[in-house]
């Protein structure tokens, strides 16, 4: 009698958790604990169909795409691969730099240029053909960042001379800017429909990606509902200002999500500001003027450690018939630096501070040409100046115009610990509510008031409670009762 062999069905979710665990591997990379995939993961997929389409899901759930894996992906990345795409991790690799110990030559900005122009249009090429219906629901993520072939951060023993050639790199990298030697050569490639979330220069460690190509090819994604543009330190890089207004115009659709933020300076980091060069003042605020007319197609907008003025919110010279509107504005963060972009301080130095020098930071080897900012004592700007008030009045003015507008913060970029200057607005159905807390004990004029008490009297006609606070922490707290 021959043997009778038993068929063991096991269900979906088993067959799933036992390839997941299968191909798999718990890696530790820097300071980033995530789940990588084995290498030679891929014979398994012959064990059957459905094990094959299980370890695809995997394998073409993220993306990881430089140059060289572009230019053959259409022959990988087939028709019914698409739909198994969540996110894309598009690398510029630029080619190998110079010596750590010398400034970035014009030779190597121009390789890393060219680099970052055909890394896009292969992106372009690549991406454009893809439909709507051929992703999953949702769409996919983009992320975009820069790498370069050296092993400064491989595993090895960490000693001292490896410690200092790691922060000269580090100086080297934060001078550097990559920009595009041709953007109008994107804009001439047709939309890609399938990338519905966007962010770049994901890592400080890397080569930053000038926020002017960045907002080059978000114009070529009109389903981005998500975008979060860094424009790695802007007062070093404050040239490319009037380039990124220009660049911010040509992003014609509506965007629920977009954060615009320097990461140099995000985590509280003091820089000893200095106005900008006279060359390069402009009487018109264009930055602010194209955030402000983008911000109308906007749900939410942040905007971190920028330089802005007062046209961000409303123009100098309002007519009736160019009104901005902000239908569908809900939230504004805003965490603005202490002078504006034509030099003009917002805040000044407290007269009765103390002025004696700080203990400068160590440093290895420091350099005229590492761009870092110069670290010689000055007065820490805290007090409110007067155009302050002109500052709150500009806003109650944008804010009569935003039906929609539940939270407003405005945040000035002081002293973390010593000195702050903030402004709260949230507003539900039956309660609105506007906080000041300043260290100097900055208190709003009456017209700043009456302005703002307008706001909720118009658009949910109720009346708005004021409150002036000296406590630092006074807006967070009310941030949590209050959290959308």
């Known amino acids: 009698m021959a043997p009778i062999m038993a068929t063991v069905i096991l269900a979906p979710e088993i067959i799933h958790n036992i390839i997941y665990f299968l191909i798999h591997d718990y890696v530790v990379l820097l300071d980033d604990d995530s789940w990588g995939l084995v290498p030679g993961y891929g014979r398994y997929a012959a064990v059957s169909r459905i094990w094959q389409d299980e370890i695809e899901r995997e394998t073409f759930a993220s993306l990881r795409l430089d140059l060289d894996r572009l230019l053959q992906a259409n022959f990988i990345v087939t028709h019914r691969r698409r739909r198994l795409v969540r996110t894309i991790k598009l690398d510029v690799a630029l080619p190998m730099p110079g010596p750590v110990e010398s400034p970035e030559t014009e030779e190597e900005k ?37 790498s370069i072939p050296d092993d400064v951060f491989s595993w090895r023993p960490i000693t001292p001379q490896s410690r200092k050639r790691r922060a000269k790199l580090e100086r080297r990298r934060a001078s550097s800017l990559v920009e595009l030697t041709n953007p109008s050569r994107i804009s001439e490639y047709p939309p890609i429909l399938a990338i519905t979330e966007y962010k770049g220069n994901t890592s400080d460690l ?23 543009i860094d424009w790695w330190r802007c007062s070093h890089f404050s040239r490319i200002r009037s380039d990124l207004a220009a660049a911010i115009s040509q992003i014609k659709y509506p965007i629920d999500h977009l954060s615009i933020s320097d990461s140099s300076l995000t985590y509280g980091d003091w820089f000893p500001f200095s106005p900008p060069p006279a060359s390069s003042i402009q009487e018109v605020d264009e930055l602010s003027i194209s955030i402000r007319n983008m911000s109308q197609r906007l749900k939410r907008l942040d905007i971190y450690d920028i330089s802005i003025s007062d046209e961000l919110f409303f123009p100098k010279t309002p007519s009736i018939d160019m009104m901005p509107i902000w239908d569908g504005l809900v939230m504004i963060s805003l965490h603005y630096l202490p002078i504006t972009h034509s030099g003009e301080w917002l805040f000044l130095p407290d007269p009765d501070a103390s002025s004696s020098s700080e203990e400068e930071p160590d440093s290895d080897d420091s350099s005229s040409w590492d761009g870092w900012p110069s670290e010689e004592s000055q ?24 039906p929609a507008l539940k939270q407003m913060k405005l945040i000035a970029l002081l002293e973390n610990g010593i000195c702050w200057h903030k402004f709260w607005y949230y507003s539900e159905e039956m309660m609105a509510r506007a906080l000041w807390t300043s260290s100097s004990g900055f208190v709003p004029d009456e017209e700043v008031l009456d302005r703002w008490r307008m706001v909720p009297r118009k658009h949910i006609e109720i009346d708005l409670e004021v409150e002036i606070s000296e406590d630092e922490n006074a807006l967070e707290s009310l941030d949590d009762e209050n959290e959308i």
């Open 206 to 228: 890397n080569i930053h990606i000038s926020a002017v190509a960045t907002c080059v090819l978000l114009a070529k994604l009109p389903a981005a509902k998500v975008a979060f």
């Open 110 to 146: 121009l390789r890393n240029n060219r680099r970052l122009q055909v890394t896009f249009e292969a992106f372009m090429r690549f991406m454009s053909p893809w439909q709507p219906y051929d992703v999953r629901h949702g769409g996919i993520k983009l992320y975009v960042d820069t």
């Open 379 to 402: 007065p820490k700007p805290s007090i409110a100046a007067p155009a302050m008030q002109q500052f709150y009045l500009a806003a109650a003015h944008a804010a009569l115009q935003m």
